[in-house]
């Protein structure tokens, strides 16, 4: 499920093979005296049973990359990699991408700063 500023993603209990987890993850737009904008998460749910928050941030110009950031932190809290989170739903993915888009002010063809990517990478 998509809103602005908020994903939820859970999988269908009780399926054999899968594992359980409902997570929700919120973005906003926060400025930053030194980096500049930053575009913050939050990530928080259940993984396996087990509950887990987690905040991260990343650049303005390297924010587009925040699919694999977010499986990485699903992954550290226990998801199998095997498992996706984002690209389930194209459609749902590109309307996400859009909002980012729209939150940050971000136009197509923007340069990216490389050093960024590796601080974002987490």
């Known amino acids: 499920m998509f809103e602005p500023g908020h994903v939820h993603r859970a999988n269908i209990p009780g399926i054999p093979g899968q594992q359980e987890f ?7 737009a ?7 904008t930053m575009l913050h998460f939050r990530m928080v749910g259940e993984i396996g049973g087990k509950h887990f928050e987690e905040e991260f941030e990343m650049h303005r110009d390297t924010a587009f990359n925040f699919a ?8 550290k809290h226990g998801l199998n990699p095997n498992n996706t989170l984002i690209m389930r739903n194209h459609k749902e993915y590109d ?20 050093d960024h990517l590796e601080k974002d990478g987490l």
């Open 22 to 28: 409902s997570i929700d993850l919120y973005y906003e």
């Open 68 to 75: 694999s950031v977010v499986s990485k932190v699903a992954v």
């Open 30 to 36: 926060r400025p930053d005296a030194k980096e500049g």
């Open 95 to 114: 309307l996400i991408f859009e909002d980012i888009r729209r939150v940050l002010g971000a136009e197509p063809g923007e340069t990216v700063n490389f």
